[in-house]
């Protein structure tokens, strides 16, 4: 995906925001006794701005520490948030798109479970004349004007972070490496991006090959079941490639189970960096995690303030992340905050 807009650092965006919310609550708190925000909203000024978001589900750790991340934020900023969890489903997401369309919301955020299917809700949206925001998985809609910006990561890159680091670590090998991939949930973005990266990335030595790739649903127990089929269908396995902690979490359960040693017997590699998945890291049973930020929420509300008041905002705001080794997650996990 071709990509314009801005990388802002999540410190950068954070000091604007403050600046921002300052500066709007202030002007906010001689108008309203909730500090909302005087210059949003759609009637007087005196109104809080409403944003109706549409969340995954709770699928994971990072899901969790994202649906808190918004939810503090919008009370930081005066928001008032209609806050709908999809459980996984797209038809639930459009559901409550549609409801928020009805409840006349000031602006529609939501993280698209897929990447494809969204035209039409997005259209009544944009009649509707209610900004949408994307955040943390994007769409495939042809017609960019259906949405204001996208918040959010770099997929592509953080499955390319995952195979460059590999590459290197089996540079030595002189015999096949056998990888299996528990990838994200069917039709996501982040599953098909993450995917797509790491491919492209250990192209650069013939010896590392995926032998077994499927979907574990980004869930512990979608892990730990695929993980128990590849253990039976495959003799030998040298590295696991998970799309997200939660699944790496589950597989160690299947491959400790199955009397082999995570970490060593087989290199693990996954994606996110929540707690629970750095001190797997820490323990020496992840080998190296791609982090994906789920603090997206200070993010949003600032560009929703700005979409709400027809200002211009990028077209992607993407966060910079980073990566960890066993070393790495030590040192970070006493201030990790998810
Ligand atoms: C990535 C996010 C993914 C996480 C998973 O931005 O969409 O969904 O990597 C989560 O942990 O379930």
């Given at each position: 995906m071709a990509k314009t807009g801005i990388t802002l650092t999540r410190r950068g965006l954070g000091a604007m925001l403050a600046v921002g919310l300052l500066a709007g609550g202030l002007a906010g708190c001689g108008n309203s006794d909730t500090g909302?925000?005087?210059?949003?909203?759609?009637?007087?000024?005196?109104?809080k701005l409403v944003i109706g978001f549409s969340q995954v589900g709770a699928e994971s750790g990072w899901r969790t520490a994202n649906t808190n991340s918004i939810k503090e934020a919008a009370t930081t900023a005066g928001y008032e948030l209609k806050f709908d969890d999809a459980q996984g489903k797209q038809e639930n997401q459009i559901k409550a798109i549609r409801n928020f369309i009805q409840q006349k919301v000031d602006v529609i955020a939501f993280s698209p479970v897929v990447e494809s299917g969204w035209d039409t809700v997005l259209k009544e949206a944009k009649d509707a004349k209610i900004p949408v925001i994307l955040t943390d998985r994007a769409v495939d809609?042809?017609?960019?004007?259906?949405?204001?910006t996208f918040i959010g990561s770099d997929f592509v890159k953080e499955g390319k972070l995952a195979g460059e680091w590999l590459v290197k670590e089996k540079s030595a090998a002189t015999g096949p490496v056998n990888i299996v991939e528990l990838q994200g949930t069917t039709g996501a973005a982040p599953a098909n991006d993450r995917k797509k990266g790491f491919a492209e990335a250990i192209a650069?030595?013939?010896?590392?090959?995926?032998?077994a790739s499927q979907s574990g649903d980004f869930t512990r127990a979608g892990g730990k079941q695929v993980m128990e089929q590849f253990l039976r269908a495959n003799p030998k396995i040298d590295v696991l490639f998970a799309h997200n902690d939660d699944m790496g979490l589950g597989a160690l359960e299947a491959i400790t189970a199955a009397g082999k040693t995570p970490g060593k017997d087989i290199t693990i590699i996954t994606v996110d960096a929540v707690k629970d998945g750095m001190q797997a890291l820490a323990d020496g049973k992840f080998n190296f995690i791609a982090e994906c930020s789920p603090l997206l929420g200070p993010q949003l509300m600032d560009l929703a303030k700005k979409v709400k008041a027809g200002e211009e905002v990028p077209a992607r705001v993407e966060t910079e992340e980073t990566t960890f080794t066993q070393e790495q997650a030590k040192t970070a996990l006493p201030n990790r905050k998810y």
């Amino acid at each position: 995906m071709a990509k314009t807009g801005i990388t802002l650092t999540r410190r950068g965006l954070g000091a604007m925001l403050a600046v921002g919310l300052l500066a709007g609550g202030l002007a906010g708190c001689g108008n309203s006794d909730t500090g909302g925000d005087s210059d949003s909203g759609s009637s007087g000024g005196n109104s809080k701005l409403v944003i109706g978001f549409s969340q995954v589900g709770a699928e994971s750790g990072w899901r969790t520490a994202n649906t808190n991340s918004i939810k503090e934020a919008a009370t930081t900023a005066g928001y008032e948030l209609k806050f709908d969890d999809a459980q996984g489903k797209q038809e639930n997401q459009i559901k409550a798109i549609r409801n928020f369309i009805q409840q006349k919301v000031d602006v529609i955020a939501f993280s698209p479970v897929v990447e494809s299917g969204w035209d039409t809700v997005l259209k009544e949206a944009k009649d509707a004349k209610i900004p949408v925001i994307l955040t943390d998985r994007a769409v495939d809609s042809a017609d960019k004007s259906l949405y204001k910006t996208f918040i959010g990561s770099d997929f592509v890159k953080e499955g390319k972070l995952a195979g460059e680091w590999l590459v290197k670590e089996k540079s030595a090998a002189t015999g096949p490496v056998n990888i299996v991939e528990l990838q994200g949930t069917t039709g996501a973005a982040p599953a098909n991006d993450r995917k797509k990266g790491f491919a492209e990335a250990i192209a650069a030595n013939p010896n590392l090959k995926v032998v077994a790739s499927q979907s574990g649903d980004f869930t512990r127990a979608g892990g730990k079941q695929v993980m128990e089929q590849f253990l039976r269908a495959n003799p030998k396995i040298d590295v696991l490639f998970a799309h997200n902690d939660d699944m790496g979490l589950g597989a160690l359960e299947a491959i400790t189970a199955a009397g082999k040693t995570p970490g060593k017997d087989i290199t693990i590699i996954t994606v996110d960096a929540v707690k629970d998945g750095m001190q797997a890291l820490a323990d020496g049973k992840f080998n190296f995690i791609a982090e994906c930020s789920p603090l997206l929420g200070p993010q949003l509300m600032d560009l929703a303030k700005k979409v709400k008041a027809g200002e211009e905002v990028p077209a992607r705001v993407e966060t910079e992340e980073t990566t960890f080794t066993q070393e790495q997650a030590k040192t970070a996990l006493p201030n990790r905050k998810y």
